[in-house]
């Protein structure tokens, strides 16, 4: 294994949160594109992934997902962004009581994955909907399935920036290895506008990899071309 391949090895099992169990979340908020670029550019959220859950039509794909939501699932460390901010962000971010003109496909959804979520959801939904100034129509529930989306819908945005993808050929020669990894995550939010290269910069000074990866990484973002 080559040294480019060894740097993102490591940021891709979280290395930089120190070996810390990580947290799961499952949500849909319409479209989900969106949400994993914005939820991929948040300092400790370690990977994202699209798919779909929620339903009971056997293996869902984006052409025929039947009663499944479009739904976004984030692993993060809750010693830096709690599961309670999670849903700030969650429920900040769209509308929850909306219709949806496609069936389940983009309606709001939260599944939960451990009773202590449960309980966290309770507490958060009752300060969003006073926010809100009205209930919040969010369909809750306990986690049981989720199926990953096709590769094209993984860090969508980012792949369509295909000059940023040649440059990262290096550390993902299968674009495959995108979806798991946190500095791809980083990317895919930041090409859609959220967070800045100064925020981005800050935050890759403190991952805790080898200084020489980390020299490498800060220098291919410092002279990506888009």
């Known amino acids: 294994m080559g040294f480019q391949q060894k740097t993102i090895k490591k940021i891709e099992e979280g290395l930089y949160q120190n070996g810390?169990?990580?947290?799961?979340?499952?949500?849909?908020?319409?479209?989900?594109?969106?949400?994993?670029?914005?939820?991929?550019?948040?300092?400790?959220?370690?990977?994202?992934?699209?798919?779909?859950?929620?339903?009971?039509?056997?293996?869902p794909t984006y052409r025929s997902m039947g009663d499944h939501t479009e739904t976004v699932q984030i692993e993060f460390d809750p010693l830096m962004i709690s599961y309670a901010e999670v849903l700030r962000e969650f429920w900040q971010n769209h509308y929850p009581n909306r219709d949806n003109y496609k069936g389940r496909q983009y309606i709001s959804l939260l599944h939960y994955h451990t009773e202590q979520q449960r309980r966290t959801i309770d507490v958060i939904?009752?300060?969003?909907?006073?926010?809100?100034?009205?209930?919040?129509?969010?369909?809750?529930?306990?986690?049981?399935?989720?199926?990953?989306?096709?590769e094209r819908h993984?860090?969508?945005?980012?792949?369509?920036?295909?000059?940023?993808?040649?440059?990262?050929?290096?550390?993902?020669?299968?674009?495959?290895?995108?979806?798991?990894?946190?500095?791809?995550?980083?990317?895919?939010?930041?090409?859609?506008?959220?967070?800045?290269?100064?925020?981005?910069?800050?935050e890759m000074a403190q991952w805790n990899i080898d200084e020489q990866e980390k020299a490498y990484l800060i220098d291919l973002f410092s002279k990506m071309k888009w």
């Open 20 to 59: 810390r169990p990580l947290e799961l979340a499952t949500f849909g908020m319409g479209c989900f594109w969106g949400p994993e670029a914005r939820f991929g550019s948040i300092p400790g959220v370690v990977r994202t992934r699209v798919g779909f859950a929620g339903g009971t039509f056997p293996s």
């Open 125 to 150: 939904k009752e300060e969003m909907e006073l926010q809100l100034g009205e209930l919040i129509e969010t369909e809750i529930s306990p986690f049981s399935q989720f199926t990953p989306a096709e």
């Open 154 to 202: 993984q860090k969508y945005y980012l792949k369509r920036y295909p000059k940023a993808l040649e440059q990262t050929a290096e550390l993902y020669p299968n674009p495959a290895l995108l979806t798991d990894s946190t500095f791809a995550a980083r990317l895919n939010g930041f090409v859609k506008g959220f967070g800045t290269k100064a925020g981005m910069l800050e």
